[in-house]
């Protein structure tokens, strides 16, 4: 690649791996061309000889089965063994015999039953499967498991040992149901709130981005043999979160600089902590300003082999998205050399994969595919497999295999809230009085799937009631413990309420759950929180201006225009989407021990088509902003500036 320079990577304190996260200081790049790095794994030459032997022994159509990726609810486990299926993945809202409510032991068995059939081969030494999961904030596909605030508020935390804690915890869920493998941490720098992901990403600062990456990836995949250990994905590389206008799957424009520096922040430190695996992203990349169109990333042999296993040295297995290659010009669900030849390793292909293999089986023989390409691919596999210690033992023979307990992380999740939640406004009514009535209004306030959002038990987060999370706690229950059952009163609409009987209001707005696609709001939309919930204003309305203080807490994704409801409100909480325990917001809300501490990783807009942080934004409150009980600061009315119909220009 003729971009390669001779710029060397100022790594922080290598030994930082060995360091707790608090002393770690991980170095921005700042270069001019990729880094030159070298994977922190040292070469292990019995390992590879081995390797080397088993590949050398496999059929073409044993080495295309190991590069295939199923979905359990698209294959059975003795398709896995007649196949040679190298991996399997349940997508969001799949669990062992399609029901939302099986327990571990449903889960562990299907893991037993599926690592039997891929041990029990033809195949002249047998390789066993490994099943991939989106544990993204927790094991969030799992009835009853702890699930953490998804990433948009822990960036507000500024705490990477928590990250890491957080990614031990969730290791530990993910072993309990006998999967070994994570689909986190997700590393964008998400630059344009319309991006229905944007929940998914720590930061519009790369630097927080770059310092949370390693100590998640430390975090999930510990020792990679270990009871506790799941394997880790970076993901996705790369530019996901700088597409043009917010657009999901859509086209970054970023300059080689930009793309270096920004959206490959996080990759550097996650890559020198070990992380196994990398999973491709679906955006494209049209470096306009140079005219270099890198195409779709899935594609793109440039950016995977040259440069993400040549320049960084990337030694793990490369992992395509859910069909991503089905977006790669001239390619297919079930076919795409190409994909192959840019340098992925494993295909997700959830429903297609007997075609997949049919495929790419007959592309090998007839010169579109080389056979070093196939080989190189399986070796990879092979080598995560055997480090995670998977041709040792199965992904069940952990002392955490099919422990309840094991799910139950919630002293850890509340102490994740309270640090999570911004306070961007306190006109004297927090803390919230104790022993005194007080009105909750708001359908949020009794809603764990608001609470919750996306990627919860289902993939959009949606089809899902209170019922279904067992062992969560919405903020109103945690209220009524707090502030004593008979001091809350709850009328979600707030509503012929005569708010002078009360102390103080709590109205708990939020956006309703999606995740990809669903969740962007497309240009030239405007995108502010009352257009798109009007009934949370007006739940703020009908309670507001009645002479007691009203305090806000906003559940969304992304840094929402709300300054109308901030000026309603004597308080305003950014909670962003907590997760299941809601008693970490009723911690900071009742004041005592605990204070605010949350500072906001994204910019705040200051108008509804305001979506970015660049230059021609109108931001509200800076990134960095919070307040708190010990450093009050009170805040008078915001600007509202007039909220067109469609958003006429493009705003950075």
Not at 126 to 137: E, S
Not at 233 to 253: L, S, Y
């Amino acid at each position: 690649m003729k971009r390669f320079g001779s710029a060397l990577w100022l790594l922080p304190l290598l030994a930082g791996c060995a360091a707790t996260t608090q002393s770690a200081r991980w170095t921005s790049w700042q270069g001019s061309d990729w880094p030159t790095l070298h994977s922190p794994t040292p070469p292990d030459a019995a390992m590879e000889a081995r390797i080397a032997r088993i590949v050398a022994g496999m059929t073409l159509e044993q080495k295309v089965g190991q590069m295939t990726q199923a979905e359990i609810r698209s294959i059975t486990p003795d398709e896995a063994r007649r196949y040679y299926i190298g991996s399997i993945l349940n997508g969001g809202g799949a669990w062992p015999g399609m029901k939302k409510d099986a327990p571990l032991t449903a889960w562990t068995a299907l893991s037993d039953t599926f690592t039997r059939a891929s041990m029990n081969t033809d195949m002249a030494v047998q390789i066993p499967v490994i099943w991939g999961t989106d544990a993204v904030h927790g094991h969030n596909n799992v009835m009853g498991a702890t699930l953490f605030p998804h990433n948009v508020g822990l960036g507000a935390a500024h705490d990477p040992d928590l990250i890491e804690r957080i990614g031990r915890a969730t290791a530990k869920q993910v072993r309990a149901t006998g999967i070994s493998w994570a689909f986190a941490p997700t590393l964008a720098v998400a630059e344009n709130r319309r991006w229905g992901r944007t929940y998914e990403s720590w930061s519009s600062d790369p630097a927080i981005v770059a310092t949370y990456s390693a100590a998640m990836v430390r975090g999930l995949q510990g020792h990679l043999t270990g009871d506790g250990d799941v394997i880790a994905t970076a993901k996705h590389f790369m530019g996901d979160g700088g597409t043009f206008n917010g657009t999901d799957q859509g086209e970054n424009r970023s300059t080689l600089h930009a793309m270096i520096t920004r959206h490959g922040a996080g990759y550097y430190p996650a890559l020198q902590a070990g992380v196994q695996t990398v999973m491709i992203s679906y955006n494209s990349w049209n470096d306009v300003a140079a005219g270099h169109d890198y195409g779709k990333m899935h594609g793109s042999r440039e950016m995977i082999t040259e440069v993400l296993k040549g320049r960084l040295g990337f030694d793990g297995l490369v992992v395509s998205d859910w069909n991503g290659i089905d977006q790669v010009p001239g390619c297919n669900k079930a076919h795409c050399p190409q994909a192959i030849n840019a340098g992925i390793d494993l295909i997700m292909v959830p429903d297609d994969w007997k075609a997949f293999i049919e495929n790419t089986v007959a592309d090998v023989r007839e010169g579109r595919i080389a056979m070093a390409r196939i080989d190189d691919a399986v070796t990879r596999i092979l080598r995560v497999k055997m480090r995670a210690g998977l041709f040792d033992r199965a992904p069940t023979a952990s002392s955490f295999s099919g422990q309840v307990s094991a799910l139950d992380a919630r002293e850890l999740a509340r102490e994740a809230v309270r640090k999570s939640a911004v306070l961007l406004k306190n006109n004297g009514a927090l803390p919230l009085p104790q022993g005194k009535r007080i009105l909750v209004v708001g359908a949020s306030a009794d809603s764990v799937s608001n609470q919750t959002g996306g990627w919860s038990l289902t993939w959009q987060g949606t089809e899902n009631s209170n019922r279904d999370y067992p062992n969560a706690t919405t903020l109103l229950a945690a209220l009524r413990t707090r502030m004593g059952d008979a001091n809350i009163v709850y009328s979600p609409d707030g509503k012929n309420v005569d708010v002078s009987q009360f102390a103080a209001v709590v109205a708990v707005v939020g956006e309703t759950p999606y995740a990809e696609y669903n969740g962007d709001v497309r240009f030239p939309a405007p995108i502010g929180h009352s257009a798109l919930h009007p009934a949370d204003l007006a739940a703020l309305q009908a309670v507001s201006g009645k002479g007691v203080p009203v305090v806000s807490v906003l559940y969304s994704g992304r840094p929402a225009y709300a300054n109308d409801l901030i000026n309603l409100s004597d308080a305003f909480v950014a909670a962003f989407l907590p997760g299941t325990e809601g008693e970490g917001l009723a911690d900071v809300l009742a004041g005592g021990a605990y204070d605010f501490t949350g500072r906001l990783s994204f910019a705040w807009p200051g108008s509804a088509c305001s979506t970015g942080e660049g230059p021609g934004s109108i931001v509200q409150f800076a990134r960095g902003y919070g307040l708190s009980y010990r450093h009050p600061k009170r805040t008078g009315a915001l600007p509202l500036p007039t909220t067109p119909a469609t958003c006429d220009t493009v705003t950075p």
